[in-house]
């Protein structure tokens, strides 16, 4: 069945970085165009960033814009987001998905001094 697992959060202060990773399984990854999503606390799970299923085009939310990349690897169904001059405003948990219904456990990304 599909699944997915985050990976790679913790606890940074402002301006440090994380990279998280998310092993999926289940399903052709690799014809999928794959997006992370995040959900702070209190507040509704938001889109972060895309990457189509070649890595041709990304495309990123305007609030992580220039801070975070992601990337892929087809050959071992993993995808990845590098978070870079991370604020508190980034704190939240971390899902990575195709747009479909099934959920992982997420990754929590806590950014504080």
């Known amino acids: 069945q599909v699944q997915f697992v985050e990976s790679g959060g913790g606890l940074v202060q402002p301006g440090g970085s994380l990279k998280l990773s998310c092993a999926a399984s289940?399903?052709?990854?690799?014809?999928?165009?794959m997006s992370w999503y995040r959900q702070a606390p209190g507040k509704e799970r938001e889109w972060v960033a895309l990457?189509?299923?070649?890595?041709?085009?990304?495309n990123y939310a305007d609030s992580v814009k220039g801070r975070f990349t992601i990337s892929r690897d087809n050959g071992k169904n993993m995808m990845y987001l590098q978070m870079n001059d991370l604020k508190p405003e980034d704190t939240a948990v971390y899902y990575c998905?195709?747009?479909?219904?099934?959920w992982g456990q997420g990754t929590q990304v806590t950014v504080s001094s």
């Open positions: 289940g399903f052709l990854f690799g014809v999928y165009t």
């Open positions: 990457i189509t299923s070649t890595s041709s085009n990304t």
């Open positions: 998905n195709y747009g479909g219904d099934i």
